[in-house]
């Protein structure tokens, strides 16, 4: 490793991400790994002591996530329903250590298909705050993840915070995952859905499905099929043709399109059938 930057301020950070040639460190337990080294290799930038970086905190317009703020601080973090998905996926990340260093930041910049946070932030309708010495800007996380491992940060840039709107935070919402296992497990399948049902029936549905394509993807075709449902009618209207069309479910190793898409269609299923009865 040639330098490791442990910088206490916002400043800092960027001064040392400048010119491009240093990686950002946060958890690191997606960084290490992917190493496959004892140490790693270039110079790397520290984030953890910014103290700007963070903690969950309710603005005017919504809700900030710093881009420091770990699994367990989401865990403990005080939040409407609307964010429960988000803390059902946090306690099935890894383990309670991996919980404790993993970021929510670190597991949208990694961008593997498998992410669990991607479908609850995708859900919750979350922007991506990205800055660098040269200024700030904004991007829907729908456009922030662009493939398997590839985002839209520049050299020199890095992600300040997730931000979701107050106009997402609405509702109750539910995350499913299916893997291998029940625990520590790469998901095979996984699904967000935050409903908001009001005078008996449903005005605002979101639903995201992570590890069945190489970005998580919201299913449009099925929330319109969801708006102005009873709540009864709900797990009827999910049909596994407006699940697929927009899903398009890939093969590989850890399972089929097939056998991935029967997962998704469940677990939707599954999910609006535990929010509307609950
Ligand atoms: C045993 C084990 C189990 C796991 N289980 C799960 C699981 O069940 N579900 C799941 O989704 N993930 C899982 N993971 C993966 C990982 O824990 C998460 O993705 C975690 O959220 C990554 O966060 P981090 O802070 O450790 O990221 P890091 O490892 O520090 O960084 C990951 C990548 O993002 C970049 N990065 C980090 N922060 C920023 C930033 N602010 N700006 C720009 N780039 C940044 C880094 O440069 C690196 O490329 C597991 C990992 C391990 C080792």
Wanted: net charge neutral; aromatic share 4%.
């Amino acid at each position: 490793m040639q330098a490791y930057h442990r910088p206490r301020t916002l400043q800092d950070a960027l001064g040392a991400l400048a010119g491009g040639a240093a990686r950002v460190a946060a958890g690191c337990t997606d960084l290490f790994p992917a190493t496959g080294a004892r140490e790693l290799t270039g110079p790397v930038v520290d984030i953890t002591r910014v103290e700007e970086l963070r903690g969950v905190t309710q603005g005017p317009d919504g809700w900030r996530f710093g881009a420091a703020t770990t699994w367990a601080d989401v865990i403990r973090a005080d939040l409407p329903p609307a964010f429960d998905m988000l803390k059902e996926a946090a306690r099935e990340v890894g383990s309670v250590q991996i919980q404790t260093a993993g970021t929510l930041a670190g597991n949208i910049c990694n961008a593997s298909p498998a992410a669990d946070g991607v479908p609850c932030l995708l859900a919750l309708e979350a922007e991506v705050e990205i800055g660098s010495v040269a200024g700030t800007r904004r991007v829907p996380l729908a456009g922030f993840i662009t493939g398997v491992r590839r985002t839209v940060l520049r050299p020199g840039e890095m992600v300040l915070a997730l931000h979701v709107p107050d106009a997402a935070a609405h509702g109750r919402s539910r995350f499913l995952k299916l893997g291998a296992r029940r625990y520590l497990v790469i998901s095979i399948a996984m699904v967000a859905v935050r409903l908001l049902v009001e005078e008996g029936r449903v005005s605002q549905a979101a639903v995201a499905v992570g590890a069945c394509s190489a970005v998580a993807r919201r299913l449009a075709r099925l929330e319109g099929a969801l708006v102005g449902a009873r709540a009864d009618e709900t797990v009827g209207r999910v049909e596994a043709g407006l699940v697929l069309q927009d899903l398009a479910p890939i093969d590989d190793i850890r399972a089929d399109a097939a056998y991935r898409g029967t997962a998704a269609v469940e677990l939707i299923r599954r999910a609006i059938g535990d929010l509307v009865r609950a």
